[in-house]
């Protein structure tokens, strides 16, 4: 779908790319001839990560452990990468996520998925922006968010608040950072089978099947079309858009919204018949 050049140069960063949907990004960047750099807290995974994608792709992979809950390792890290050369793209993809009532999510719980979800993304914007503003370079931000964020979601509840914090700081700082070269926009995407997200909210078939029923494709997205979308809006060709969150959901989101949007499971052809206007004899 892309040039096979179309990231040739740019040196990205993305967080949680050890697994899933940060994986899947990886190596999509790699085939379009990005550097990548992905980090995580368990090397061994990342390690392992990028030898696979190393020999899939042959191209330039480095993982370095990072729990990115903790501002002073985000910026060592971030130190050691600029040390050889400055990023060009941040994908801010790391996160933790459950489900669970409200009522009974621990003090522990709540601060685990803040301080991944929103302080993560917090600190790794912050360590590559003031880099980018004091050497005047350009600089683009994809933040992975939720369909629910902009609206909340029951039992997920400290996800929905981070997530929406993630949105604001996007669509905050595609203004306050625009007229100096760095761009900010996110992906907010529907449920996309992969371990770490399925095993934690969808953790039995009939929530998976639940989720299926409310989406009007009736199937997943898949790791390879949020990679599509992410190259497209981390690239060069998409370098008007700034401050948007795009949805990648095969409508699932407007599904819930349309007040009358699940007629078609009620109505039989009978029904609807019978509700045609009668002709006038
Ligand atoms: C309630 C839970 C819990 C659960 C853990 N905790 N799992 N509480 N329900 N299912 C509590 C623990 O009891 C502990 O509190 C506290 O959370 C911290 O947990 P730990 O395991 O000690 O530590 P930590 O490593 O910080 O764990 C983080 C985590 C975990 C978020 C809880 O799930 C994780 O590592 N997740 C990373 C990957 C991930 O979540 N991926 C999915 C992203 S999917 P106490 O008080 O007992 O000490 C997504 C969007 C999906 O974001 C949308 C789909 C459509
Ligand atoms: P995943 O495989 O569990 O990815 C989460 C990644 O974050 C893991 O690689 C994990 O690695 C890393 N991580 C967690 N805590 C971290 C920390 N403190 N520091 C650094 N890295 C950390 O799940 P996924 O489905 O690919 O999710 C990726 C992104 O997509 C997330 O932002 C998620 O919210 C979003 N999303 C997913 C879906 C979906 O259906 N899959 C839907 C909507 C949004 P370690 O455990 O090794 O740290």
């Known amino acids: 779908m892309f040039h096979p050049d179309l990231l040739a140069n740019k040196r990205i960063l993305i967080t949680g790319g050890g697994t899933g949907l940060g994986k899947a990004m990886a190596q999509r960047f ?3 001839g990005a550097a990548v750099h992905i980090c995580g807290r368990r090397e061994e995974v990342l390690e ?4 696979e994608l190393s020999v899939a792709t042959n191209g330039e992979i480095h993982a370095i452990a990072c729990d990115v809950r903790n501002r002073e390792a985000v910026e060592a890290m971030i130190d050691e990468i600029w040390s050889e050369a400055p990023l060009d793209i941040l994908v801010n993809n790391a996160a933790g996520n459950f489900i669970a009532r409200t009522e009974e999510v621990s003090p522990r719980a709540w601060e685990s998925v803040i301080g991944i979800v929103l302080m993560g993304t917090l600190h790794c914007t912050m360590a590559c922006g003031r880099r980018w503003l ?3 370079r350009n600089g683009t931000v994809l933040s ?10 029951a039992y997920v509840v400290p996800s929905a608040v981070s997530k929406a914090g993630v949105d604001a700081l996007t669509r905050s700082l595609a203004v306050e950072w625009g007229n100096r070269g760095i761009r900010l926009n996110g992906i907010a995407p529907g449920p996309i089978p992969t371990q770490g997200a399925f095993s934690r909210v ?3 078939p009939e929530l998976e099947a639940m989720a299926l029923d409310h989406n009007p ?10 990679a599509n979308l992410a190259a497209f809006l981390v690239s060069d060709g998409s370098s008007y858009i700034n401050g948007e969150i795009i949805r990648m959901d095969g409508g699932e989101f407007l599904q819930g919204a349309g007040a009358f949007s699940n007629l078609g ?3 039989t052809d009978a029904d609807w018949e019978s509700l045609k206007p009668r002709k006038k004899s």
């Open 30 to 32: 790699l085939e379009l």
């Open 217 to 226: 494709m009736h199937r997943f997205g898949t790791t390879e079309e949020l």
């Open 134 to 136: 004091k050497e005047k």
């Open 265 to 267: 499971r009620i109505l």
């Open 202 to 204: 969808l953790p039995r």
């Open 144 to 153: 992975i968010s939720t369909t629910y964020a902009p609206v909340g979601s």
């Open 48 to 51: 392992q990560t990028a030898a």
